[in-house]
C-alpha cells in the first residue's frame, strides 16, 4: 500500500475507536447524574487530558500520519478543552483559582492560534511549552478539588489519570520521533511510563466483577503490546501503530470509568434514600 492509503486505512480506524470512546465518556458525563464537585473536578481532569491530544495530534500531522484522525481529534478537544476553560470559570468560587483559570484561558487561545499554524519546528516548540502550561494549570485545580471521597473514586481517578497517561506518553512519543529528544522529554516519557505501570497495577487490584476482569485483561495485554514503543523510540510504521495503540487502550479505559461512575451514581442514590 502507499503511505496515502495507509495513512486513510489507519486513520479511518482510529476515528471509529475514539468515537467509539467518546460515546461512553459522554454518557459518563450527562447521562449519570454527577455531584458539582464531580463535575468540576471532571472538567479539570479532561482539560487536562486535552492538553496532551490535541498538541499530540499535530506532531502526528506535521509528521503527515494518521492525518485524519489527528486533524478531527485537534478540533474537537480544542473545542472542548474552551468548553471546560469556560464552565470552570462559571462554577469556581475561588479567587486564586479563578486567576488561574483566566490566565489559563488566555493560554488555551495562545495555542489554538499556533495549532492553526502550518507545521514548523518553532511552532512545535511552543505548543510543547504552552500545553504543559496548561497542564500544571488543571493539575493545580485538581488538587484543590480532591476532598472526601466516595469509595469508589478513588479508582475511578487513578482511571481518568490513565486516560490522560496515555495521551501524554503519545505526545512526547511523537514530539522524539519529531526531533525533540532532549533529556527532559525523554525524563517525562520514562516518567509518566512509570505513572501508567502503578495506575496499571492498582486496576488490576481492584476487585472487578467478571464481565469487567476481561477488560482490565486486555488493558494489560495492550499495555505491554504499547510499552516497548514508548521505551523504544524510533522511525518506520511505527507512530502509527502507537497512535491506534493509544486510541484501544482508551477505549478500554473509558468502559471501566463508565463503571465506575456507575458505582458511584449507585452509592449516591443508596445514600440519599438511607436519609430520608
Sequence with gaps: MTKQVLDSVFGLLCVGLLTAAASVNLYASSAVELAPEWQKRKAAEELALYSQSIVKGYFYM????????????????????GDHVDYLSEVIVDVELRDLLRFLAFKQEELSRTLDQP??????????QMSDVILAGAESIIRHLRGDQHRHQNMLHVLEHQRYLVERMTKLYIASIAGFQNLDIVNQLQDAVKQYDDGLNKIEA??????QRDDVVKLRQRWELAKRFYTDVREGELPRKVFYSAAVMERILNKLVRYQYNLERDAREQESVANL
Design 62 to 81: 506535521g509528521k503527515g500520519l494518521n492525518s485524519i484522525m489527528a486533524k478531527d481529534q485537534i478540533e474537537r478537544h480544542t473545542e472542548k478543552m
Design 206 to 211: 481492584y476487585r472487578y466483577p467478571y464481565y
Design 119 to 128: 507545521y514548523s519546528e518553532d511552532n512545535a516548540a511552543l505548543a510543547l
